[in-house]
């Protein structure tokens, strides 16, 4: 089976609205877009997502998937907003460009990578560049997201470097450990900074 980015597990029953999807989407979606990886935690929580329709609803022919829990992804405003109806006609679609899915593979590395120095990206397919051009994944927002992400990755190796210095007290080693372990995990798996419900309040 091939690599896929995200892997749903919820099983919801058949709502109303799309946009009841919502509580069971960012869970499958790990709290996270779909296109562009950015976590609610650093995009202002789940106010500032939208249920994407990946097959867009506007097309006749994907109509009928408005309210199909497979065909619906959880999208930061931005991407949701590039994407818009963008669908790839069928001449586009035999050359190969086509928009990559991320719960069938993993895009990352596939049709495109990070390059380190920057943030930005580096397509690498024609699906690849068919989805960063139409969700302008390669925009400043993204490349200084991206950069923030990995200077902290790698300011928490050098600390994890440090420690292997012979000599340093044990408690500054377990104290130094925590902090570290606490800003990879702000970055890896951070805590969504509010529920629904807060909003209710
Ligand atoms: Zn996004």
Redesign the pocket.
């Known amino acids: 089976m091939q690599n896929v980015l995200f892997q749903r597990q919820q099983k919801p029953r058949r709502q109303k609205k799309y946009q009841d999807y919502k509580p069971y989407l960012r869970k499958d979606f790990q709290y996270r ?6 976590h609610e935690a650093h ?1 202002g929580g789940l106010r500032n997502f939208h249920v994407d329709h990946f097959r867009p609803k506007s097309k006749g022919r994907f109509r009928r998937l408005a309210l199909t829990y497979a065909n619906l992804y959880y ?2 405003g ?3 907003t590039f994407k818009g109806d963008h669908w790839p006609s069928s001449k586009q679609l035999k050359s190969g460009f086509r928009f990559v899915d991320p719960c069938q593979e993993d895009p990352y590395g596939t049709h495109f990578e990070v390059v380190e120095e920057d943030g930005s990206l580096r397509i690498l397919t024609d699906a690849g560049r068919y989805t960063v051009v139409h ?1 302008r ?1 390669d925009r400043n927002q ?1 490349r200084r997201h991206r950069r923030r992400e990995i200077e902290q990755k790698q300011k928490c190796q050098v600390a994890r470097d440090l420690l292997g210095t012979p000599g340093l007290p044990p408690q500054l080693v377990v104290e130094t450990q925590r902090l570290v372990e606490e800003i990879e995990q702000s970055w890896l798996n951070p805590v969504p900074p509010y529920e629904l419900e807060d909003l209710r309040t």
């Open positions: 877009c779909a296109y562009c990886l950015i995009y999208a930061c931005l991407c949701n969700l994944l993204l």
